[in-house]
């Protein structure tokens, strides 16, 4: 059973401090996504990455996909109050086709 | 943003009752799925469709089933509520289901569930 294990589990910083949370497994993945869940809400894409080494940016946001494809970070520059939230990483499940989930880190930006 | 709702939003019910859950879409996308999201966990499949009356079961599917009777529409069932499914229930959709999971899945607000 592929499994994704995310650290920290909870995270609370002063706005304008940077951080990393990471999203870990003993197995490859044909391709790692991010998403942010607000509150009462579902959670929404932030980002797909598909190739081993692969680092995508959006706007303060980098992604990094390991170069094993069995690990990747979210690094976020100068926090906000906005970027508070859940994150969650996802991968594609090699041996079926469904879509494996972490718990997620819960972030808080103190303003 | 994408025409998901569920329904209804929130829901206690007791032990042993049956209990329906709607998703309703408005985008015409072929695959939906029923997640269920416990703290510790993250979200856990419990059944998916990739079409009208075809449908397949996730990681989690013991005690609950599924319907798809048009493209706008999945129903999951909990034939007989336990405490164990008190849980937040997230319904998603998405256009393509390339196996390897890099397909973009849109959520709904899900509806949140206690079982007394």
């Known amino acids: 059973t592929q499994l994704l294990e995310q650290s920290p589990q909870f995270l609370s910083i002063q706005e304008g401090e940077n951080l990393t949370v990471y999203c870990n497994s003993s197995s490859v993945f044909s391709s790692l996504q991010w998403y942010r869940q607000e509150p009462g809400e579902g959670p929404v894409l932030l980002v797909t990455v598909v190739t081993g080494g692969e680092v995508k940016k959006l706007k303060r946001l980098t992604f990094q996909f390991g170069d094993a494809r069995k690990d990747s970070s979210l690094h976020i520059t100068a926090a906000q109050p906005g970027d508070t939230g859940l994150y969650l990483c996802a991968g594609g499940d090699t041996g079926g086709f469904k879509t494996i989930f972490g718990a997620g880190t819960r972030l808080f930006v103190k303003a | 943003d994408a025409g998901i709702t569920q329904s209804p939003r929130h829901k206690v019910t007791e032990t042993g009752t049956p209990v329906t859950l709607r998703c309703h879409q408005t985008e015409n996308h072929r695959y939906m799925y029923w997640y269920r999201q416990d703290p510790g966990h993250g979200l856990r499949l419990i059944h998916y469709?990739?079409?009208?009356?075809?449908?397949d079961k996730g990681e989690v599917s013991d005690g609950y089933s599924v319907s798809r009777s048009k493209t706008e529409d999945f129903l999951l069932t909990l034939e007989s509520a336990t405490s164990s499914q008190t849980s937040v229930y997230f319904c998603a959709i998405s256009a393509v289901f390339d196996g390897g999971g890099s397909d973009t899945q849109y959520f709904g607000p899900g509806t949140r569930l206690t079982v007394l």
């Open positions: 469709s990739y079409g009208v009356k075809d449908t």
